[in-house]
């Protein structure tokens, strides 16, 4: 694991290069699936998670695509520790089954383009998932069982709401 340092110029110092790079090279080192972290170089704090927000805010900044609004309503809504420790599993398995569709889809049409169709500005890229359907000849354990696991989330998820509701 690459360790980067943060100095209190807010300048990144990439250990392993012996110099400086910027946050497009931090989105570049995750669009690679490159393991690092970065640290704080006085104190030795991780500020992974802060810089890599900063690489998402910096992204929308420059007209990228960036994450749902409701995605982020979201994530401000569960800043309870309970909410968030749920949000946090829940995410995970989101993105489990994300990473294993994109697999699927490779290996069963390697001449389709992964890139999602782009969604009116109040609809999610799961909500254009739903909407997709699966191509004829198309293994019945990718897509399909895929937007099952979805369902079974989304329907374990406002089981947690309600719980979370209750006194």
């Known amino acids: ?18 110099s ?3 946050l497009g090279d931090i989105a570049e080192r995750v669009r690679r699936a490159e393991d690092f972290r970065v ?6 704090q991780d500020l992974t998670r802060r810089v890599l927000t900063q690489v998402v805010l910096e992204e929308a900044r420059q007209g990228e695509a960036g994450p ?3 995605f982020l309503r979201h994530l401000i ?12 599993w829940y995410l995970g398995q989101a993105l489990e089954a994300y990473g294993r569709m994109q697999a699927d889809w490779k290996t069963s049409a ?22 997709s359907e699966p191509k004829a000849g198309q293994s019945s354990s ?4 895929l937007l099952d696991e979805m369902n079974e ?3 374990r998820m406002a089981e947690m709401e309600q719980r979370l509701k209750q006194p």
């Open 20 to 22: 400086y790079i910027t």
């Open 1 to 18: 694991m690459v360790t980067i340092k943060r100095y209190p110029n807010r300048r990144l110092y990439d250990s392993q290069l012996s």
């Open 77 to 88: 809504l569960a800043s309870d520790p309970d909410k968030q420790s749920f949000l946090n």
């Open 110 to 131: 390697p001449e389709v383009p992964l890139a999602p169709r782009r969604a009116s500005s109040d609809q999610t890229d799961t909500q254009a998932v739903e909407t």
């Open 153 to 155: 989330l989304r329907r």
């Open 39 to 44: 640290i704080d170089a006085k104190s030795g």
């Open 142 to 145: 990718s897509p399909g069982n």
């Open 68 to 70: 749902p609004v409701e």
